[in-house]
Every structure is written in C-alpha cells, then in structure tokens.
C-alpha cells in the first residue's frame, strides 16, 4: 500500500493559480495516477489524470484548459497546476494511485 500526502492546498481569489503537490511513500512510475475533486454537498468526481511515463493527460471538460497534471517519476510526486480558478472548483482534492487515496487537500475560491 502507497501512501499519499497533498498539499498546496488554500484560499484564493477567481481568476488565481494554486498548485497542488501529490507526494507518494513508494516509487509510483509503474502506475497511472489521478485527480479527483468532491465540492462541498456533492460526490467525488473526476478532475485529471496521467499515465505512468507523463505521456498521456486526461481532464474532465470543466478544467480543460485551465488545469494541468504532470509527474516527476524521480521525486514520485504528482502535480496539478491550477490556472483561472472559478469559484466552482471549490472542493476537496484527493490525489489517487490505483485503489489508494491520500486524505485530501481543501481549495476554497472566493468571488
């Protein structure tokens, strides 16, 4: 079992940048790693994703263009930069290797 740690998580104002770190306890360059956000009142969903050598980047519609996730297999770390921020992407945001979680990271966007 991977142990996952985020940070990089606050309060920022619309139109913001934040950049969210992922940091795994065991080499992760073997698996795909992924971005998951849950607002407030509401289910988990999907946010971003990236395969296991960087190569390939999935994104939910919503941040498409605002949002990029990219990796250091060396520091096996995980990263979400987040540009353009709307008050909408306030939430939780998990970062995620296979069935393993880390405990969350809260970004608040004020209007």
């Known amino acids: 079992q991977v142990q996952l740690v985020e940070s990089g998580g606050g309060l920022v104002q619309a139109g913001g940048s934040l950049r969210l770190s992922c940091a795994a306890s065991?080499?992760?360059?073997?698996?795909?790693m992924g971005w998951l956000r849950q607002p407030p009142g509401k289910e988990r969903e999907f946010v971003a994703a990236i395969s296991w050598s960087g190569g390939t980047t999935y994104y939910a519609d919503s941040v498409k263009g605002r949002f990029t996730i990219s990796r250091d297999n060396t520091k096996n770390t995980v990263y979400l930069q987040m540009n353009s921020l709307k008050p909408e992407d306030t939430a939780v945001y998990y970062c995620?290797?296979?069935?393993?979680w880390g405990q969350g990271t809260q970004v608040t966007v004020s209007s």
């Open positions: 995620k290797l296979s069935d393993d």
């Open positions: 065991g080499r992760i360059n073997a698996y795909a």
